[in-house]
């Protein structure tokens, strides 16, 4: 897996990111996950969003989110596990 896109922050996400969300599903075609998300965020934009419950996942289908969103399903794994 290869990110090159620079630094990458995954996090859970907070009420701020709302609108974000909700922006990224519309652009992915998709309803945001229900339950707790992670997201992960460069360049300051949220570009894909996890729930690691349901595996859910959205992200930008404009962007190269691949591995991105490997990431957070790995960062999710980790969560379950613990």
Do not use: K, N, W
């Not at 990458?8 to 652009?27: F, K, S, T, Y």
């Not at 289908?61 to 794994?77: D, I, Q, Y």
């Amino acid at each position: 897996m290869t990110v090159t896109a620079g630094t990458v922050i995954i996090r859970a996400a907070i009420g701020a990111d709302v609108a974000a969300l909700h922006r990224l599903a519309a652009l992915d075609s998709a309803r945001v996950p229900s339950g707790e998300l992670l997201v992960a965020e460069t360049g300051g934009a949220l570009v894909a969003a996890h729930a690691p419950r349901s595996g859910a996942t959205i992200a930008d289908p404009f962007r190269h989110t691949a591995g991105v969103v490997e990431l957070l399903r790995l960062r999710g794994s980790l969560q379950r596990a613990a």
